[in-house]
């Protein structure tokens, strides 16, 4: 629907132009007289596909080539055992950064398989900051250390690459993932789920380094093993096909449109535009972030009389600025800010927030 923009955390905002492009191939692929939908995944046509949104990401990303693109079931979630079943090997112990409500998740299912060290944690300052540097202590003899880069419900990003020394990082990357340029090689593993920045719901991005595959536990299940899903080449069984032809299209798009560096800036512009409207509106609005660990992905902030959330909500919904709740365990309001939102949702967002201060700061 035109005009409307949708500031959902998650499946989110996907480019029009490929939504348009889908639309025209939904019931004819390429004068193939079938739907994508009804290709075989082990035909030629779809391997194509499938190769060709790994090589793009391999692009966009510059992976090295000592690091494996996977195309996992399950979601992030799934990836909070997938992680440890993966990577614990014989060791039984694991060091998390806990700085959120999804750092959390990942760290009560971590606690399944191994001793769980929280080696770093913003939780006395209620996740309004991420740890830095000089607060972590990881143990040198960890089998890895996991951290979540972007907090999407709580708003917070890390602004820096934590060290860990010989310790394989790995990262949860689900809601910041191609919004911003990645030194893959400080990475043992880097995952995120589909629906954000890549596409529609229905698989999970796992990059790894190849000397980390092969120490699955013998029971993880064999499409939940690195390695064997790797030998496959992430064929082992039924891959979610229509998600991934949708997730190479978005890849082109990304590349198109000026590949990461373009989304970097186009997520910096946009969520200045928003964190100026908090700040404009003096104490009306109120973004509990510290300024330097503010998301540039999911923008959080609450009114000061929270009485109004519900109006706020309702009046940007007539104005088509929809989905701006914010998650069921936090409150407030949040705007999800990714790669497929354009200049003038935000820009719209922004003025809507301006009136509706005006409006209602009278009766604070
Ligand atoms: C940072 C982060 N990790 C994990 C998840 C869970 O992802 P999924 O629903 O794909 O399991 C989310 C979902 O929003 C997320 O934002």
Redesign the pocket.
Known sequence: MSGVYNFA??PGMMPAQVLEQAQREFLDWKGHGFSLLEMPFTGDDFKAIQQRAQDRLRKLLDVPDNYRILFMH???????SLVPLNLLGDNRRADYLETGH?SR??ITEGRRYCLVNVAGSSRGSDFNRMPMQHELQVYSKTAYCHY?S????NGVQFHYVPETGKVPLVV????DFLSRPLDVSRYGVIYA????NIGP?GF?VVIVREDLLGRARPATPMVFDYRMQNDANSLLNTPVTFSIYLAELVFGWVEEQGGIAAMEQNSLRRSRLVYRAIEKSEGFYRCPVESEHRSRVNVCFTLSDESLTPRFLEEAAKRGLINLKGHSMIGGIRASLYNAMPDEGVVALAAFMDVFAMEHAAYV
């Open positions: 955390a998650g399950g979601g992030a979630s799934a990836q909070f999804w998740r990942a979540t972007n907090e999407t419900a949860d990357m689900t809601s789920s589909s629906q954000k719901a999970t």
